[in-house]
C-alpha cells in the first residue's frame, strides 16, 4: 500500500516513484518467496487500483503532477458546478426523449447523468484547467493519460507499450461501454483532448514483454485488469446472475450480467468485466464508501488494538445501544461534503457500542444496495461470494447474510484481486485452456447462512436511516 499524500485539504495523491518502486519489490518479493526464478515465469498479471490516474510526457515520460486518487476531492466545486448546470439538465431532456423514441439502452445512462468526485472525467478536467504543461503538451499531440496499469506498462516496456484493457477504461467514466470507445461527446462537453487517450486492449492478451533490465530478464505480461474486474473473475463468478462483494477500502457489489449492458437509474452503473477474444462480459456495479477506511480510522485512534477484535467486540453487547455510525470518512459519490459522525452516544456509551455501531453500518449499507440490485437488475440471481479484507470479520458477513436472507460465501484468499489477474495471465499464456480449469482451483472457507430474521434488525437500521437522513451537507 503505497501511502498518500495530501498536499492540500481534500487532495489525495500518490507519488508516481514510490508506487512504481513498491511495484516492483512486491514482485521481486513475491517470486523469491515462492523459491522460484525470474525465468521460470511465464507470464505476468497486473491488477491495479481504478480511477486513480496520471498524465505524462509523450516524449520524454515526465508526468505532469502525481497520481490523482479516487478518493482526491480536488473537483468538488466543478462538480457541483456542472451538476446544478442548465446545460446539464438540457443533455437530460435531449437523452430521456432519444431513449423514448428508440428504447436503446444506450441513450438511458446520459438520461439522468450526474458528476461525483470519484470520477476521472472531473479530475482530468481540472488538469486541463490548472496544470498549464498538460494542456500545452495536449495542443501538440505530447500528453498521454494514463491509469495505474497503463502507466506501469508504459514503465515495465521502457515506454514502448502505451495501452490499457476494456476493464479499467470502463472504470473511468470516459470510456462508452455501449460503443467500447472513449466518449468524444463528453470529452467535448468538459474540455479534455481526445488525443490523451491510449488504446483499448483486451483483458487477457499479450501487452509485450517487462524490459530485460527490470527483472533480469524478459517477463511477458499476459493481462491486465481493474481491481474489482480481476476480484470478480478471481472468485469465478462466470454465469450471469453470479455476485461478487468485495469490501475492502470501499465496497463493491458486482453482478454479471453476460452479454447484456445494463443501465440504471440511481446506484448502479454497467462496466465491462473483461475481454478475452470474442467474449465481453458485463457487469453491473454498486458502491458504498467508509469500509475498510473507517475501521482503519478505529483502530489509529485505539478503539481497539486489533482488527481480529471486532467482531468478537461486536458480538459481546446486544445491539450498539442506539449508537449509529454515518460514514463520510471517505467522501462518497453522492455528498462530496457529508462528514462522518457518530449519533446516539450515551454516558453508558462504550467501545464495543462505537465498534459494533461502525460494524453495523457496513451490513446496513450492503442491505440498501443488495435491495437495489434485486430491484433493478432483471436477471435471476445466483451465487453471492466475498472477498476483501472486511469478509473476514464474521460479525459483518453474519449480519449481512441474515439482513438480504441469502447465502454467502467466503474464500480461503481473501485477496481476490491478485488471483483473478493470474488467472487471466495463466488463460492467455496457455497454462490453463479454459474456465472449467479455473473453477476446480477454488477453494471455500467459510459459507455464512441467514441465522435471524431479517426483521429482527429492523429497529436498529429504522435509527440508522433516520440518522443518515439528517447527515447530508453537515
Same mark, same amino acid.
Given at each position: 500500500q503505497v501511502e498518500s499524500l495530501h498536499p492540500r485539504p481534500g487532495w489525495v495523491e500518490l507519488d508516481p516513484e514510490a508506487l512504481w518502486s513498491q511495484f516492483i519489490g512486491v514482485i521481486k518479493e513475491a517470486v523469491q518467496a515462492a523459491g522460484l526464478h525470474m525465468r521460470q515465469i511465464a507470464g505476468l498479471g497486473i491488477s491495479t487500483q481504478r480511477a486513480t490516474f496520471i498524465t505524462w510526457h509523450k516524449r520524454t515520460g515526465k508526468p505532469f503532477h502525481n497520481f490523482i486518487s479516487w478518493q482526491d476531492l480536488r473537483s468538488a466545486e466543478l462538480v457541483n458546478s456542472w451538476n446544478r448546470s442548465l446545460l446539464l439538465k438540457v443533455i437530460h431532456v435531449i437523452f430521456t426523449v432519444l431513449h423514448f423514441l428508440t428504447g436503446n439502452d444506450r441513450y438511458l445512462a446520459p438520461s439522468f447523468l450526474?458528476?461525483?468526485?470519484?470520477?476521472?472525467?472531473?479530475?482530468?478536467?481540472? +488538469?486541463?484547467?490548472?496544470?498549464?504543461?498538460?494542456?500545452?503538451?495536449?495542443?501538440?499531440?505530447?500528453?498521454?493519460?494514463?491509469?495505474?496499469?497503463?502507466?506501469?506498462?508504459?514503465?515495465?516496456?521502457?515506454?514502448? +507499450?502505451?495501452?490499457?484493457?476494456? $476493464?479499467?477504461?470502463?472504470?473511468?467514466?470516459?470510456?462508452?461501454?455501449?460503443?467500447?470507445?472513449?466518449?468524444?461527446?463528453?470529452?467535448?462537453?468538459?474540455?479534455?483532448?481526445?488525443?490523451?487517450?491510449?488504446?483499448?486492449?483486451?483483458? $487477457?492478451?499479450?501487452? *509485450?514483454?517487462?524490459? $530485460?533490465?527490470?527483472?533480469? +530478464?524478459?517477463?511477458?505480461?499476459?493481462?491486465?485488469?481493474?481491481?474489482?474486474?480481476?476480484?470478480?473473475?478471481?472468485?469465478?463468478?462466470?454465469?450471469?446472475?453470479?455476485?461478487?462483494?468485495?469490501?475492502?477500502?470501499?465496497?463493491?457489489?458486482?453482478?454479471?450480467?453476460?452479454?447484456?449492458?445494463?443501465?440504471?437509474?440511481?446506484?448502479?452503473?454497467?462496466?465491462?468485466?473483461?475481454?478475452? *477474444?470474442?467474449?465481453? +462480459?458485463?457487469?453491473?456495479?454498486?458502491?458504498?464508501?467508509?469500509? #475498510?477506511?473507517?475501521?482503519?480510522?478505529?483502530?489509529?485512534?485505539?478503539?481497539?488494538?486489533?482488527?481480529?477484535?471486532?467482531?468478537?467486540?461486536?458480538?459481546?453487547?446486544? &445491539?450498539?445501544? #442506539?449508537?449509529?455510525?454515518?460514514?463520510?470518512?471517505?467522501?462518497?459519490? &453522492? &455528498?462530496?461534503?457529508?462528514?462522518?459522525?457518530?449519533?446516539?452516544?450515551?454516558?453508558?456509551?462504550?467501545r464495543n457500542h462505537l465498534v459494533r455501531a461502525i460494524l453495523e453500518s457496513v451490513a446496513f449499507r450492503n442491505k440498501l444496495l443488495y435491495d437495489i440490485i434485486v430491484k433493478k437488475v432483471h436477471i435471476p440471481l445466483r451465487t453471492i461470494r466475498a472477498d476483501g479484507g472486511v469478509s473476514n470479520n464474521s460479525f459483518v458477513m453474519q449480519m449481512t447474510s441474515d439482513l438480504i436472507n441469502k447465502k454467502i460465501e467466503k474464500p480461503a484468499n481473501a485477496e481476490m484481486s491478485s488471483l483473478g489477474a493470474a488467472f487471466l495471465a495463466g488463460l492467455a499464456s496457455g497454462f490453463w485452456t479454459d474456465k472449467k480449469q479455473l473453477k476446480k482451483l477454488r477453494r471455500i472457507e467459510a459459507v455464512f447462512e441467514p441465522q435471524k430474521d431479517s426483521g429482527e434488525y429492523r429497529p436498529a437500521m429504522d435509527a440508522w436511516l433516520q440518522a443518515m437522513k439528517h447527515s447530508p451537507r453537515w
Amino acid at each position: 500500500q503505497v501511502e498518500s499524500l495530501h498536499p492540500r485539504p481534500g487532495w489525495v495523491e500518490l507519488d508516481p516513484e514510490a508506487l512504481w518502486s513498491q511495484f516492483i519489490g512486491v514482485i521481486k518479493e513475491a517470486v523469491q518467496a515462492a523459491g522460484l526464478h525470474m525465468r521460470q515465469i511465464a507470464g505476468l498479471g497486473i491488477s491495479t487500483q481504478r480511477a486513480t490516474f496520471i498524465t505524462w510526457h509523450k516524449r520524454t515520460g515526465k508526468p505532469f503532477h502525481n497520481f490523482i486518487s479516487w478518493q482526491d476531492l480536488r473537483s468538488a466545486e466543478l462538480v457541483n458546478s456542472w451538476n446544478r448546470s442548465l446545460l446539464l439538465k438540457v443533455i437530460h431532456v435531449i437523452f430521456t426523449v432519444l431513449h423514448f423514441l428508440t428504447g436503446n439502452d444506450r441513450y438511458l445512462a446520459p438520461s439522468f447523468l450526474t458528476f461525483s468526485t470519484h470520477q476521472t472525467s472531473m479530475k482530468l478536467s481540472w +488538469v486541463f484547467k490548472n496544470i498549464h504543461e498538460a494542456e500545452e503538451a495536449a495542443r501538440k499531440n505530447n500528453c498521454c493519460f494514463g491509469t495505474v496499469d497503463t502507466w506501469l506498462l508504459y514503465r515495465l516496456t521502457k515506454g514502448s +507499450v502505451y495501452a490499457t484493457d476494456y $476493464s479499467n477504461a470502463s472504470s473511468t467514466g470516459i470510456f462508452e461501454p455501449f460503443t467500447k470507445c472513449w466518449n468524444p461527446t463528453l470529452c467535448n462537453l468538459l474540455s479534455i483532448p481526445m488525443s490523451i487517450y491510449p488504446p483499448v486492449r483486451d483483458t $487477457s492478451f499479450n501487452f *509485450g514483454s517487462t524490459a $530485460s533490465e527490470i527483472f533480469g +530478464v524478459p517477463i511477458p505480461i499476459m493481462a491486465v485488469v481493474a481491481d474489482q474486474q480481476s476480484a470478480m473473475f478471481g472468485e469465478c463468478c462466470f454465469h450471469p446472475g453470479d455476485i461478487k462483494l468485495t469490501m475492502g477500502t470501499g465496497g463493491f457489489w458486482n453482478v454479471n450480467t453476460g452479454e447484456h449492458l445494463f443501465a440504471s437509474r440511481g446506484s448502479l452503473y454497467p462496466l465491462i468485466g473483461w475481454k478475452i *477474444g470474442e467474449e465481453v +462480459v458485463y457487469l453491473t456495479e454498486g458502491s458504498v464508501s467508509d469500509i #475498510g477506511t473507517a475501521i482503519k480510522w478505529a483502530l489509529d485512534i485505539e478503539l481497539f488494538t486489533n482488527v481480529d477484535e471486532t467482531a468478537e467486540m461486536a458480538q459481546s453487547t446486544a &445491539d450498539s445501544q #442506539g449508537v449509529c455510525f454515518i460514514p463520510g470518512l471517505q467522501v462518497p459519490g &453522492d &455528498d462530496p461534503y457529508l462528514c462522518a459522525s457518530f449519533v446516539g452516544l450515551k454516558p453508558s456509551t462504550n467501545r464495543n457500542h462505537l465498534v459494533r455501531a461502525i460494524l453495523e453500518s457496513v451490513a446496513f449499507r450492503n442491505k440498501l444496495l443488495y435491495d437495489i440490485i434485486v430491484k433493478k437488475v432483471h436477471i435471476p440471481l445466483r451465487t453471492i461470494r466475498a472477498d476483501g479484507g472486511v469478509s473476514n470479520n464474521s460479525f459483518v458477513m453474519q449480519m449481512t447474510s441474515d439482513l438480504i436472507n441469502k447465502k454467502i460465501e467466503k474464500p480461503a484468499n481473501a485477496e481476490m484481486s491478485s488471483l483473478g489477474a493470474a488467472f487471466l495471465a495463466g488463460l492467455a499464456s496457455g497454462f490453463w485452456t479454459d474456465k472449467k480449469q479455473l473453477k476446480k482451483l477454488r477453494r471455500i472457507e467459510a459459507v455464512f447462512e441467514p441465522q435471524k430474521d431479517s426483521g429482527e434488525y429492523r429497529p436498529a437500521m429504522d435509527a440508522w436511516l433516520q440518522a443518515m437522513k439528517h447527515s447530508p451537507r453537515w
